[in-house]
């Protein structure tokens, strides 16, 4: 095909973008995220030995000071991404940090992603952290495979967690597989959908494929006692859980449920295959002014997340875009539509298990580094030149507000600086009083703070505490009548401050005063949520 012209451009970025599978993975910690990463990124090719995730982790810790919080602590702050490909199709994996102190990040990673895969570990179920980011998951329509992890260890009914998933998440359920045994009894898992046993401890590719539950070779190669039980509970649950429907998963109404064991590699290559056939293909998204079809000619992408001290040697920030449209090639000059100033894209970054490589082009579904000096930031919108926006990175109300204390004022300004530079890549959020005392920042987790701490005094050389403030609560307020705002500034002048980029929030002492400026003031909106832009 000749890809010089914008139509063979767009026939390219269409095929590209269905060949994308663009994941994260969510769940509560000791889940087994990070074994399950492993596994895949091995399935995948895109590392040689299982370990080298962690491993990864460990050695960057060591590169800076304030990485070493990640070490101590044994949680992991950075995100990033690692992409692999198999059987034709590429794979990118969002990584998400697993403590939940981080969650502003992993909320912002969701907003990139085109699938989720859900790890419940077989023996707890739903945890609180499963919880809140399937919320986010749903907020956002985003369809999710569920893998029921450590089956190789004694658990909970199966049927029971179904039922869990069910009830708690409000989500249909349609199981994929159905396990043979359990804990230390567990010999396989049988395929719902395309009848096979897989056995434990095979290679999980070679699969054993079947007529059906009623094959006579399951004689020979299940015990009786089992036999019988897989019969009667996979009767139970073809007939009493939805069959799998693609139209409600990819609403995010239904979840398809594997089953495995991330340690034993088991079931792994069957949660990819299932990745590959129903996970969808980056879809269309919403800008402000129109639905971006992947498809489209011209690229488009927005930044979702800005990471300081990738590389110690240039202290630069890479800011990691997600492209929607068209095809980034490098040496681009994008339109950042925030500013109207224009982006070189010289070296855009890829970014594997183990290394970062430079990459000659990227197309809908992949995400990208750009190093820059600090331009990029959370939310911007890149284009070759229209003015739309992507919605909806979004700004959660920070749970805890606190005041920087600055011995030195003569550090005054270069704070300044140093938390507008931070906010922007999203570590804290900061909110400048109207009456102009001194800045306020706000934080989802306690450990927000650490890090800020740390990296205020290693990189900006600004020793800093921070103080508790009189405010518990903050929302964001909004409204049409902008002479109720006006009226609202007024009478509330020393509770109101205005956020990164310039929103209006108020500040609340406690919830009974919250509920009652909420009550006084019905013309207003106050909001707990903000999509920037
Ligand atoms: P994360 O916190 O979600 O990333 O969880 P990890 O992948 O670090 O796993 C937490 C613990 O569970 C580790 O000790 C793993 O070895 C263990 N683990 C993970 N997957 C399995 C599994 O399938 N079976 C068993 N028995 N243990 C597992």
Redesign the pocket.
Known sequence: MDQDTPEAFTTAAAHEASRRRSFAII?H???????LTEKLLLKGGAIQLAGQVRAKGNRRATRSDWMSIEQDRGISVATSVMTFERDGLIFNLLDTP?HEDFSEDTYRTLTAVDAAVMVLDAAKGIEAQTLKLFEVCRLRDIPIITFI??M??EGRDPLELLDEIEKTLALDVSPAAWPVGQGRDLLGVYDLLDPALRMLDTADGSHIPLSGLEDPQLETLVPEGLLAELRDQAGLVTGGYPEFDREAFLQGTLTPVFFG????DFGVGHLLDGLARLAPPPRPRAADARMVAPGEAKLTGFVFKVQANMDPQHRDRVAFLRVCSGRLQKGARLLQVRTGKQVPVNAPLFFFAKDRQVAEEAWPGDVVGIANHGILRIGDTLTEGEPINFRGVPSFAPEHLRRVRLDDPMLAKKLNKALEQLADEGVVQIFRPLDGSPPVIGVVGLLQIDVLQSRLKVEYGVPAGFEHTQWEYLRWVTSEDRDAIARFSQFNRSELAEDHDGALVALFASDWRRKRAEEEWKMLSFHALREQH
């Open positions: 769940a910690p000791d889940a087994g995220k990070t074994t697993g992890n450590k190789d260890r064991s991330a340690l034993r």
